[in-house]
């Protein structure tokens, strides 16, 4: 049966290869990167000169009851002249890349003011994770953010939700910008006073003074095994990807993109990928307030019966929850369907049953496909790297390198691990350069430390797939990164004697899974004799009572979904050392063990598996 996608062109649909030492292959596209911009204002400005009443940015106001009213829509032309006395503040104030700007705030408007008064004054910005400002307990990522960057500024929307972090973590010489509230026994400056700021010839001189080698930003990576680190991100990698993402959606070419979008600026797919592709293309960006969970997505769904996007961004489960919707829901359907051209997710594969979905609920309102566009990328490239190149994509597919990058796929560890060299990638991790050496190999390319694949050895203009990380630590189906090392370790510290180690599921899933090796002790819990089976051990009733206590505990220690065991098992099978589940020295192949039992994996999350633990609803 022919299928029919509703109109759109692919930039690249051909790879050029060639071979290397050791195995190696080298990939580009078949087309070159065409001349961009040399820095992300000389688009804002032609924008805000040539169209001023167009509407930038767009969020809706905030009530007093915590609820949402009409949208607050901002101009290009209103948010060139604050970003003109935004920049003077900054100017006036001897910032530097020494001493940048640190948003601590989520997505909003004075947000967006605040980062692009940056760009026009030559000041590096960095948004801030508002998690480690409003979950963390310790401060501790937030703290080290803040030694990292030493910053001259930091700017808040209120005191009521980011008083307490910024009192525990910025230096009372440090000066604090608020929109709302204030700080108990410190100055701080009110946003509408550096509004105020009128600008001088100053301005002017020192956009002048910025090229393509200007810090625009400091974008952190999660920090899943390390502390996280600040990936330097400069106007020729910003304006060099968005050029990239022109010739990959030739969509983006043909009128202003509308976006209704979530995604936190504080990471690459929302602040890179999605605001630059508003002003690199002078589109419309309406920040939703909603998100992808329970609590969070009527507003999302709020917004999209309202809002009509012409490209619409989403990780997996945001998709889910959007498609069960649309099923039940006309003018969701009606208004969403209107005039998007392409569907995107990243964050992790999208599961095919809800491809399937969405296409059906498709199908049946508009009588064709909306195409849903992935591939790959990281901070560091800023994020663009991989797109498809054809409608015909299923879950796991990435495509082809776009123009301008070169792929360096090197065989490691028993898989390919996928390599980037191009405009869009980052020079480097700031005031760190230990960490900038290792991850770049000795030509130069980019180590990323994912794996892929050829969807088609023989077809290689059919693109690449998703392999996995070469490391263990993978994302949920939110696109939520989970650090696998320390969450294995609280796992066999919470079952201790009886747990010898743990393997941890969930890739692609909504929630984290453990599969528990117990230690011979385990035997005490209810006295069971040696000669009996340990399969009949694992599942009696007081091993069963001992491990629901342990996984209840995990689920209320947990401080999201990352770090949170939502499901259990006992493994009564040892690992193997033939299929390389277990060393000689006895520890657990992480990847081996899901690779070799992927079956039982997939039953264990599929509510399959006889004798899971979940944890009591009271501790979710």
């Known amino acids: 049966m022919s299928v029919k996608y509703r109109s759109m062109a692919f930039g690249v649909t051909r790879a050029v290869l060639r071979e290397g030492a050791g195995g190696t292959v080298y990939v580009k596209a078949d087309v070159p990167l065409e001349a961009c911009a040399h820095r992300m204002t000389d688009r804002f400005i032609h924008w805000a000169e040539s169209d001023p009443g167009r509407v930038f940015m767009a969020r809706r106001v905030r009530n007093a009851d915590g609820t949402t009213g009409d949208w607050k829509k901002l101009t290009y032309g209103e948010a060139m002249q604050s970003a003109l006395s935004i920049a003077q503040a900054l100017i006036d104030r001897g910032l530097s890349a020494d001493k940048p700007v640190a948003i601590l705030s989520e997505n909003s408007l004075e947000h967006a003011q605040l980062a692009l008064g940056c760009l026009f004054a030559g000041i590096p910005h960095c948004p801030v994770s508002p998690a480690y400002s409003t979950v963390s307990q310790d401060y501790d990522k937030l703290r080290h953010v803040l030694t990292t960057l030493t910053p001259g500024l930091v700017f808040a929307t209120d005191a009521a939700r980011y008083g307490k972090a910024i009192q525990a973590t910025v230096s009372a010489d440090t000066e604090v910008v608020l929109c709302e509230g204030a700080l108990e026994g410190r100055p701080i400056t009110q946003w509408s006073n550096i509004l105020r700021t009128k600008p001088t010839p100053a301005v002017d001189a020192a956009l002048r003074k910025t090229g393509p080698d200007t810090i625009t930003k400091f974008l952190f990576t999660s920090g899943s095994t390390k502390l996280p680190k600040a990936v330097i991100n400069t106007h020729g990698m910003w304006c060099a990807n968005q050029q990239q993402m022109r010739q990959s959606m030739p969509l983006l070419q043909e009128g202003p993109p509308v976006l209704v979008d979530w995604l936190p600026w504080n990471h690459t797919f929302g602040g890179n990928h999605n605001v630059g592709l508003t002003i690199y293309n002078g589109g419309t960006l309406y920040i939703d307030d909603g998100k992808p969970t329970p609590a969070l997505m009527a507003e999302t769904l709020r917004n999209l019966r309202e809002v009509a996007p012409t490209i619409y961004f989403n990780v997996p489960t945001g998709f889910e929850a959007i498609a069960h919707a649309m099923k039940a829901d006309a003018q969701l359907r009606k208004n969403l369907l209107s005039r998007v051209r392409m569907f995107f997710y990243s964050g992790a594969a999208l599961a095919q049953p809800v491809w399937d979905l969405l296409h059906e609920v498709q199908e049946a309102e508009v009588g064709e496909r909306i195409v849903m566009g992935t591939g790959l990328g990281m901070t560091e490239s800023s994020p663009f790297a991989?797109?498809?190149?054809?409608?015909?994509?299923?879950?796991?597919?990435?495509?082809?390198?776009?123009?301008?990058?070169?792929?360096?796929?090197?065989?490691?560890?028993?898989?390919?691990?996928?390599?980037?060299?191009?405009?869009?990638?980052?020079?480097?991790?700031?005031?760190?350069?230990?960490?900038?050496?290792?991850?770049?190999?000795?030509?130069?390319?980019?180590?990323?430390?994912?794996?892929?694949?050829?969807?088609?050895?023989?077809?290689?203009?059919?693109?690449?797939?998703?392999?996995?990380?070469?490391?263990?630590?993978?994302?949920?189906?939110?696109?939520?990164?989970?650090?696998?090392?320390?969450?294995?370790?609280?796992?066999?510290?919470?079952?201790?004697?009886?747990?010898?180690?743990?393997?941890?599921?969930?890739?692609?899933?909504?929630?984290?899974?453990?599969?528990?090796?117990?230690?011979?002790?385990?035997?005490?819990?209810?006295?069971?004799?040696?000669?009996?089976?340990?399969?009949?051990?694992?599942?009696?009733?007081?091993?069963?009572?001992?491990?629901?206590?342990?996984?209840?505990?995990?689920?209320?220690?947990?401080?999201?979904?990352?770090?949170?065991?939502?499901?259990?098992?006992?493994?009564?099978?040892?690992?193997?050392?033939?299929?390389?589940?277990?060393?000689?020295?006895?520890?657990?192949?992480?990847?081996?063990?899901?690779?070799?039992?992927?079956?039982?994996?997939?039953?264990?999350?599929?509510?399959?598996?006889?004798?899971?633990?979940?944890?009591?609803?009271?501790?979710?």
């Open 386 to 620: 991989v797109f498809v190149t054809s409608p015909d994509v299923k879950s796991g597919h990435i495509g082809l390198p776009c123009p301008g990058m070169e792929l360096k796929l090197v065989p490691a560890d028993g898989k390919t691990e996928i390599r980037y060299k191009g405009p869009n990638v980052t020079p480097g991790y700031w005031r760190a350069p230990d960490a900038t050496a290792e991850c770049f190999d000795e030509e130069g390319f980019f180590r990323t430390g994912d794996a892929v694949l050829w969807i088609d050895p023989q077809e290689p203009d059919n693109g690449l797939k998703f392999d996995g990380r070469i490391a263990e630590d993978f994302k949920l189906a939110t696109g939520t990164f989970v650090s696998v090392g320390p969450l294995r370790a609280k796992i066999i510290a919470a079952g201790a004697p009886y747990v010898q180690d743990a393997v941890i599921t969930g890739l692609n899933r909504n929630e984290v899974g453990a599969l528990l090796f117990p230690t011979p002790k385990v035997r005490w819990l209810g006295n069971h004799a040696d000669d009996v089976p340990l399969k009949d051990v694992l599942e009696s009733a007081p091993v069963q009572e001992h491990f629901q206590s342990v996984v209840d505990q995990l689920a209320a220690s947990a401080t999201g979904s990352a770090n949170r065991v939502a499901r259990l098992h006992l493994m009564h099978e040892p690992p193997s050392i033939d299929k390389g589940e277990v060393t000689d020295k006895g520890s657990i192949n992480q990847r081996a063990v899901l690779k070799h039992r992927d079956d039982m994996v997939q039953a264990f999350h599929d509510d399959k598996l006889p004798f899971t633990l979940k944890p009591h609803k009271e501790n979710k």
